[in-house]
């Protein structure tokens, strides 16, 4: 089966611009997570849906992050306007909560704030 | 308070001898799962094994095992026959089902370097 996708895999923007980030998830994947990585660090939780709804959103800065995943099935998390803190890897991940399984996850979105 | 502990910041290990991963986890939630993710140089991140609470026996796949003591609230990693492959950061998470939302949180991982 395919894996997670996400893109773009790389992402240089200066500060104060706006980013978004895309995740596919694994077909049949109901509950889908977002993670910030940054550099050195283990990720971070930044959002949980299930299909379209969000389980949690407390460590989503949400002055400036937002994230929404329509009908169900594919997620978008944008930043605006970025700062230099927010340079990070940028994790998306889904899993199947019926089959109680692992969390399966993308590549990343390496993202720099310059 | 951090839900997972890795105080390993680094491990050596010789090629083919065995190393331990420590990893602790603090909840309150009866329910709860154990995982251990392998992330090499490339980034992605890699499952390698899981442990539910009410598991009995500790898990094990192929060279992974994990030393679940609940009392203790550990679930250490033990890579057996270390390879030159195994060189990455590992990584322990857990996910509360009842009172965490199903939430999957991480440590801070431990990079473990294997020497020929």
């Known amino acids: 089966e395919a894996g997670v996708a996400q893109s773009p895999r790389y992402k240089i923007i200066e500060k104060r611009q706006s980013v978004a980030f895309w995740c596919n998830p694994i077909s049949g994947h109901a509950t889908l997570y977002w993670y910030q990585q940054i550099l050195g660090q283990g990720p971070k939780l930044l959002i949980q849906?299930?299909?379209?709804?969000?389980?949690?959103d407390s460590q989503l800065p949400k002055d400036r992050f937002s994230a929404e995943r329509l009908k169900g099935v594919d997620s978008t998390l944008k930043i605006q306007p970025a700062k230099l803190e927010d340079s990070a890897v940028y994790l998306c991940a889904s899993r199947n909560r019926v089959m109680n399984t692992e969390a399966f996850f993308g590549q990343g979105t390496r993202l720099t704030v310059v | 308070a951090q839900k997972i502990t890795q105080t390993q910041p680094g491990m050596f290990v010789q090629e083919k001898e065995a190393v331990t991963l420590d990893c602790t986890y603090d909840?309150?939630?009866?329910?709860?799962?154990l995982f251990w993710y392998k992330q090499p140089s490339s980034g992605e991140m890699i499952f390698l094994i899981y442990?539910?609470?009410?598991?009995?026996q500790n898990a094990t796949e192929g060279r992974y095992s994990l030393n679940f003591q609940k009392a203790r609230k550990s679930a250490n990693l033990v890579i057996s026959a270390s390879q030159l492959g195994d060189s990455a950061m590992y990584f322990c998470?857990?996910?509360?089902?009842?009172?965490?939302?199903?939430?999957?949180?991480f440590g801070t991982g431990t990079r473990l370097t294997v020497i020929p």
């Open positions: 998470a857990m996910r509360e089902d009842q009172t965490g939302a199903n939430n999957l949180f």
């Open positions: 849906f299930q299909n379209n709804g969000v389980v949690d």
């Open positions: 442990q539910g609470s009410y598991d009995q």
């Open positions: 909840t309150s939630d009866p329910s709860y799962g």
